[in-house]
């Protein structure tokens, strides 16, 4: 039997205990022979006996007395109620929430600190610290009960998992971007909608289910909620905010916003989802994502061709290191800040970059070759392996947003980020970022550049056509329950994009979204990401809840929606107060496997 089922069990016959005790004494006193000659019910409790009458008037609720006149250390039944405060101090204390310090450094709380209980609830115990972790048993429920830091865990797995991470960014990996884009992705994930397949799959099969059940003390209630409101099982991690006490509220939350566009990232930060689809796929993947960092063979730079070919005047094929130093003799080389973003990144998620490009522009490409003919109504970028023909409009071309680039941040590529050059058009979806690039065929079909497989969209659809990620407004670098110090600034950090449209304001909310406070971000350059900050003083010990949301100047308003918790103390605890993490991809519940066992025996 496990501690905590025991003093479940041990404080259950406490409370009935007790029930028993304060229900049977007075009846039972009632039926005892009477003494002195008095009365049956006469006898009054040891503890009245040195009443004075003016207090026991006040006991007796004579007429004119209030609650002040009441001596809070002295009425019939403390001594009880004193007990009954002690059993839940003590559970209180036992059932303290976890705070946890990462192998990063930051210290989080999972679950509340009750402070304060509402005034017109008569769970008073509650105040005591139990509702949450004693009733509820927050600590060990959701994914991040053993998984601390999902982004360790998809790092780890036993087989590569496409680097939906982004550690530059520090972007947190939650479930809400697991069902993103294990949902509805055709083309994308073979099987839609099973993803609580795999994971049943994952916890309760015959590999796993063992350690789960036992070491972990994994069951359904580990991942869902049950309520009677006819939703069935519902994911905790979806609406834990919702069932968590201890959450405090700000109406019309109010603190100091700024944006900015020129922040960039270096190359190592630049995202890249690494799909395993052809050769160089994987020679890439292998060469850079698994931190060998190898160095790539000068060879390949100084061989690799471009060739201009379809519907031009002049089809040819020259070396790239001609072509650069061609460029750059005739002065039409960019560098500039400019954004990538995949159509699939969810909320939350880490598929955006804001960086430094140097390339040439394709409309200079297509010059050398006489220029495109009147018929044109785009350009396929080719992969070398053939693993990639998308297209973009001719408009890109005319716009000079598309470039052929061989720098990122100052520096030539390495192998991640398609080595030694590649296809880079700005405002659209990412996938026409066709790496290691080797020809551009002007052509005159016609092609819906919408299109997921074919073109360029901007943004992720689902079934209902409805978007789900056009605007995105994203927070970054807070893991739940991040403890932060009361009564000082914090700031919270992130990005907010469209893809193809400006932002035209962003939204915060610390009430659940009863209300919120809007921001204007004035005229924008929609080529590159726009990084927000928002910094918030709490002002009371406890938790608050940020949610985040953005309108762009279409009017399209954010499909989902992201939150994220803090825990403001104090008093912040030093680390060897709490749980020392020195792994975040698997460990033990806050109820070891050993002391279960230890306690069993």
């Given at each position: ?5 025991r ?11 007790f029930?028993?005790?304060?229900g ?6 009632a ?8 009365e ?16 026991q ?10 609650n002040?006149d ?38 989080v ?17 509650a ?6 972790t004693?009733w ?13 830091d ?6 780890n ?15 947190k990996t ?25 994971m ?17 003390q994994g ?6 909620n049950?309520?009677?409101n006819?939703?069935g ?14 959450i ?9 916003f ?7 990232q270096?190359?190592?930060g630049?995202f890249?989802?690494?799909w ?8 890439r993947?292998?060469a ?6 190898l ?5 390949l730079?100084d ?5 201009v070919?379809?519907n031009?005047?002049?089809e ?25 973003v ?5 909320v ?18 297509i010059?050398k070759a006489?220029?495109?003919?009147d018929?044109?109504?785009?350009v ?5 392996d ?12 005319d ?19 398609g ?10 979806d990412?996938q026409?970022?066709?790496k ?14 919408t299109?997921?497989w ?21 927070i ?9 110090q ?9 990005y907010?994009d ?6 035209a ?16 971000l004035g ?6 990401m ?22 762009t100047?279409?009017?399209?308003e954010s499909?989902?929606t ?7 103390k104090?008093?912040l ?5 709490t ?7 698997l460990?033990p519940p806050?109820?070891s496997?050993e ?6 025996k």
């Amino acid at each position: 039997m496990s501690v905590k089922k025991r003093l479940v069990i041990t404080t259950m016959c406490l409370a009935c205990t007790f029930c028993l005790i304060a229900g049977c004494s007075p009846s039972n006193e009632a039926q005892q022979p009477s003494s002195g000659g008095s009365e049956p019910g006469d006898t009054k409790p040891a503890s009245e006996e040195s009443l004075t009458p003016d207090q026991q008037a006040i006991i007796d609720g004579a007429e004119g007395t209030t609650n002040e006149d009441i001596n809070e250390e002295l009425y019939p039944g403390k001594e009880y109620l004193n007990g009954l405060w002690d059993r839940w101090d003590q559970i209180a204390e036992e059932y303290a929430p976890e705070i946890r310090t990462l192998p990063n450094g930051q210290m989080v709380q999972r679950t509340p600190t009750e402070y304060e209980v509402n005034p017109d609830a008569w769970q008073i115990q509650a105040g005591s610290n139990s509702y949450n972790t004693y009733w509820l048993d927050a600590d060990n429920r959701g994914c991040e009960s053993c998984h601390p830091d999902m982004n360790s865990l998809l790092k780890n797995l036993p087989y590569e998992h496409p680097v939906a991470w982004n550690d530059e960014l520090d972007n947190k990996t939650t479930l809400q971007q697991c069902l993103f884009c294990h949902s509805y992705a055709p083309g994308y994930i073979a099987k839609q909608y099973e993803f609580g397949t795999l994971m049943h799959g994952i916890h309760f099969g015959t590999r796993n289910k063992t350690e789960f059940a036992t070491e972990f003390q994994g069951d359904c209630m580990s991942c869902h909620n049950a309520t009677e409101n006819g939703e069935g099982l519902e994911l905790w991690d979806l609406t834990k905010y919702d069932r968590l006490w201890g959450i405090n509220k700000v109406a019309d939350v109010q603190g100091d916003f700024k944006i900015d566009q020129e922040k960039t990232q270096d190359q190592d930060g630049v995202f890249s989802y690494d799909w395993m689809h052809a050769y160089y796929d994987n020679m890439r993947h292998g060469a850079g994502v698994n931190g060998l960092n190898l160095e790539m063979p000068q060879s390949l730079f100084d061989e690799w061709t471009i060739t201009v070919a379809g519907n031009v005047e002049n089809e040819y094929t020259a070396k790239l290191p001609d072509l650069i130093k061609e460029a750059e003799e005739a002065g039409v080389v960019v560098e500039k800040t400019s954004k990538m973003v995949c159509n699939w990144n969810p909320v939350g998620g880490g598929g955006v970059t804001n960086t430094e490009i140097t390339g040439i522009p394709v409309s200079w490409l297509i010059e050398k070759a006489g220029g495109y003919k009147d018929d044109t109504t785009g350009v396929r970028a080719l992969r070398a392996d053939g693993s990639s023909k998308r297209a973009f409009p001719k408009d890109k071309v005319d716009s000079d947003e598309a470039l052929l680039v061989y720098k990122i941040g100052g520096e030539y590529l390495d192998a991640t980020r398609g080595y030694p050059c590649t296809n880079w058009v700005e405002g659209v979806d990412a996938q026409i970022n066709s790496k290691q690039i080797d020809t551009y065929e002007v052509t005159s079909e016609d092609i819906d550049y919408t299109d997921k497989w074919a073109g360029n969209p901007n943004g992720w659809q689902n079934e209902a056509n409805v978007p789900m990620n056009k605007p995105n407004a994203t927070i970054l670098g807070v893991p739940d329950g991040l403890v932060v110090q009361n009564g000082q600034p914090f700031t919270f950090e992130g990005y907010v994009d469209a893809y193809d449209e400006k932002i035209a304001s962003m939204e915060f909310s610390m009430d659940g979204g009863v209300t919120w406070t809007k921001y204007d971000l004035g005229d924008t350059d929609r080529n590159k990401m726009v990084w927000w900050s928002f910094t918030y003083t709490p002002e009371l010990e406890g938790a608050y809840c940020l949610t985040v949301r953005a309108t762009t100047e279409s009017g399209a308003e954010s499909f989902e929606t992201q939150t994220v918790m803090i825990n403001a103390k104090d008093k912040l605890p030093a680390a060897e107060e709490t749980t020392v993490l020195t792994s975040g991809s698997l460990i033990p519940p806050k109820v070891s496997a050993e002391a279960t066992n230890e306690e069993d025996k």
